[in-house]
């Protein structure tokens, strides 16, 4: 079953196009990973989803409803979450606050303090620190959390590896594996094709706003993925 | 132990000055943004209870507080979601300074042209004159009151910001208006709200502030540098800081004026001046 569809997506800032016609399906229960250089549209694509950039052009569709002019409040209520890039936590709150802000329109599902700070123990640790006392690891740890207490259907990872030591790396991207067995579907924008793709079930391949590659992590070879992420 | 006295008169003037400050501080804090009409909203709250005592004389001013306040804060939510929200996410601060500024110069006029250029202030009758011994001190029992009034909605305001899903939403929306949205919050209702609580704070302190003292249509520029001073002095946003702010302005205006009676508030303003100096962030300047 199709989770979420995108059709012929297109997205500007200002004059500057970003995205063109792009297609992306994700089926429930999959991973999918979303590769690309710098500046591909991968973090585009993900506010276009969430309604943070506004589309000019194409159809986003989630669990069958066209959600593409939908405001970015009421996203996370449909059962679309975004772990953003570089965490963008609240450094006024504590880590359990910002877990609290995660679940302010929760729907039904796996995800409590005490899934989250099972699958992250060291949260509970901290829960009652600022996030800005944490390592940059704890603090992905903290943004997955906050995105996961909304019980998400789709969980969207934005460069979740930027910037960490490869153990922490390790250890987050194996969550990945009980947040998709408690039902949720995940779409990984990453730079780091052999990790993501490692990861996932299907890849797409971004370049300069436009899809260069899509099919099966399995069938796609580590070359063929190379060559479409620079575009040779 | 008159300088006792002036001291503790000080300190009962300075948390008002801090009430008068508080409001500004919730705006800065949260929204980023300098109301420059901060000051005309004290004073047209102060109007607000010269009429409706005219209306009422048998009803103390101090019970005239509840309506006024609950009319400041639908007035603040309203002018936020009209006015305010469409330029609170510009990136240009001067825009959100002009146009308070604009809308300051009207309701002065405004209010010249209802109320007159004659001073006015609101009588408190007999407790006006009421005084109790503490420590062999004669403390006003109206100050004293003013003073437990002004910490008591202090207590509140940190109560509610930090004990309260509504005040954690304020503190997320202070820090990231962009992702708070993504949990589902329109920070634009949460300015509403903030506005609301702001003015209604602002008109406490402007209706205490008409009982302590006269008040004219041109007295919004004075209260503004006063709740202006007090929030730079106590830490851009910080509301424990307005408080000690203003506690500190009140203490420093009065032992000044013990020393030269017609200094009037100079030596506030010179303490104003040298706290920026010496600490330019404040005395709790962690948002700045």
């Given at each position: 079953?199709?989770?979420?569809?995108?059709?012929?997506?297109?997205?500007?800032?200002?004059?500057?196009?970003?995205?063109?016609?792009?297609?992306?399906?994700?089926?429930?229960?999959?991973?999918?990973?979303?590769?690309?250089?710098?500046?591909?549209?991968?973090?585009?694509?993900?506010?276009?989803?969430?309604?943070?950039?506004?589309?000019?052009?194409?159809?986003?569709?989630?669990?069958?409803?066209?959600?593409?002019?939908?405001?970015?409040?009421?996203?996370?209520?449909?059962?679309?979450?975004?772990?953003?890039?570089?965490?963008?936590?609240?450094?006024?709150?504590?880590?359990?606050?910002?877990?609290?802000?995660?679940?302010?329109?929760?729907?039904?599902?796996?995800?409590?303090?005490?899934?989250?700070?099972?699958?992250?123990?060291?949260?509970?640790?901290?829960?009652?620190?600022?996030?800005?006392?944490?390592?940059?690891?704890?603090?992905?740890?903290?943004?997955?959390?906050r995105a996961l207490m909304s019980n998400p259907k789709l969980l969207l990872c934005d460069e979740i590896s930027l910037g960490l030591a490869p153990m922490v790396i390790e250890q987050i991207y194996q969550s990945f594996a009980r947040i998709g067995s408690a039902g949720a579907s995940i779409v990984l924008v990453e730079q780091d094709v052999k990790r993501a793709a490692a990861a996932a079930d299907r890849v797409y391949c971004l370049l300069k706003g436009r899809v260069t590659l899509h099919g099966s992590a399995r069938d796609l070879s580590f070359d063929e993925l190379c060559r479409a992420y620079f575009g040779a | 132990m008159i300088w006792v006295e002036t001291i503790v008169n000080g300190v009962l003037v300075g948390g008002l000055y801090g009430l008068l400050g508080v409001g500004l501080a919730l705006i800065v804090g949260v929204m980023r943004v300098v109301n420059v009409s901060h000051g005309e909203f004290i004073v047209l709250a102060a109007f607000m209870g010269v009429s409706l005592s005219g209306l009422v004389p048998s009803i103390h001013p101090l019970v005239l507080l509840v309506p006024i306040v609950l009319v400041f804060f639908a007035l603040g939510y309203v002018m936020q979601a009209a006015l305010f929200n469409k330029i609170v996410a510009r990136p240009d601060p001067f825009a959100a300074i002009l146009l308070t500024f604009g809308l300051a110069v009207v309701m002065r006029n405004v209010m010249l042209e209802g109320y007159g250029a004659d001073p006015r202030t609101l009588t408190a009758g007999t407790l006006a004159h009421a005084s109790v011994r503490i420590f062999g001190l004669s403390i006003g029992v109206l100050p004293l009151l003013m003073l437990g009034l002004s910490t008591a909605l202090f207590v509140a305001l940190q109560l509610v910001l930090t004990r309260t899903t509504f005040g954690r939403i304020v503190r997320a929306t202070a820090d990231n208006r962009e992702v708070v949205r993504l949990m589902g919050v329109n920070p634009g209702r949460v300015y509403n709200v903030v506005m609301g609580l702001a003015l209604a704070l602002a008109s406490v302190a402007g209706v205490l502030l008409a009982i302590r003292s006269n008040f004219t249509a041109y007295s919004g520029v004075e209260r503004l540098l006063i709740a202006f001073e007090v929030v730079v002095l106590g830490g851009l946003g910080s509301f424990w800081g307005a408080m000690l702010g203003g506690i500190l302005l009140g203490v420093v205006q009065l032992v000044g004026l013990k020393f030269d009676p017609n200094a009037g508030p100079l030596y506030a303003h010179l303490l104003f001046f040298v706290g920026v100096l010496l600490r330019p962030n404040g005395l709790f300047g962690a948002r700045t």
């Open positions: 079953m199709t989770l979420l569809e995108v059709r012929g997506l297109d997205a500007f800032y200002g004059d500057f196009q970003a995205l063109f016609d792009l297609d992306l399906e994700v089926r429930a229960g999959e991973t999918v990973a979303l590769v690309g250089a710098n500046g591909a549209g991968k973090s585009t694509f993900l506010k276009c989803l969430v309604g943070l950039v506004e589309t000019k052009r194409g159809v986003i569709r989630f669990s069958g409803d066209d959600i593409t002019a939908t405001p970015a409040e009421r996203i996370s209520q449909l059962g679309l979450s975004l772990v953003p890039e570089g965490r963008l936590l609240f450094p006024s709150l504590t880590v359990e606050e910002n877990l609290m802000m995660g679940a302010l329109h929760r729907r039904p599902g796996a995800w409590t303090f005490d899934s989250v700070y099972e699958i992250f123990p060291i949260l509970r640790e901290r829960r009652r620190q600022s996030p800005n006392s944490l390592s940059g690891g704890q603090q992905h740890m903290v943004a997955i959390g | -």
